[in-house]
Nanobody, 121 residues
Framework: QVQLVESGGGWVQAGGSLRLSCAAS????????MAWFRQAPGKEREGVAR???????SYADSVKDRFTISQDGAKNMLYLQMNTLKREDTAMYYC???????????????WGQGTQVNVSS
């Protein structure tokens, strides 16, 4: 059974940085995509960054050049380095895994419980 556990969220001032982690276990896909999504109150869940098991990463325009997604296959870890954070980055952040890369949340079968990121001005 696939399990994803996020950590690293918290409070940070605008302009600051946070690093989110996602510990994965039970992955049976030989080829897969892992992604970070976020959801703010009253808004739809949106894709932030994604990375295929082959290593290619993609980013939403809103976070490009500020966020970096990475994975450590040996440790089954997924990371999201978030720099120059803005108030609009405030949201619950989720990691997810699925058989192919997509910006649509429905493409991802397994999800973590989320970690809250709050950016204050």
């Amino acid at each position: 059974q696939v399990q994803l556990v996020e950590s690293g969220g918290g409070w940070v001032q605008a302009g600051g940085s946070l690093r989110l982690s996602c510990a994965a276990s039970g992955i049976t896909y030989s080829i897969f995509c892992m992604a970070w999504f976020r959801q703010a109150p009253g808004k739809e869940r949106e894709g932030v960054a994604r990375i295929g098991s082959w290593g290619t990463a993609s980013y939403a325009d809103s976070v490009k050049d500020r966020f970096t997604i990475s994975q450590d296959g040996a440790k089954n870890m997924l990371y999201l380095q978030m720099n120059t954070l803005k108030r609009e980055d405030t949201a619950m952040y989720y990691c997810a895994i699925g058989p192919f890369c997509s910006w649509g949340w429905a493409s991802y079968k397994y999800w973590g419980q989320g970690t809250q990121v709050n950016v204050s001005s």
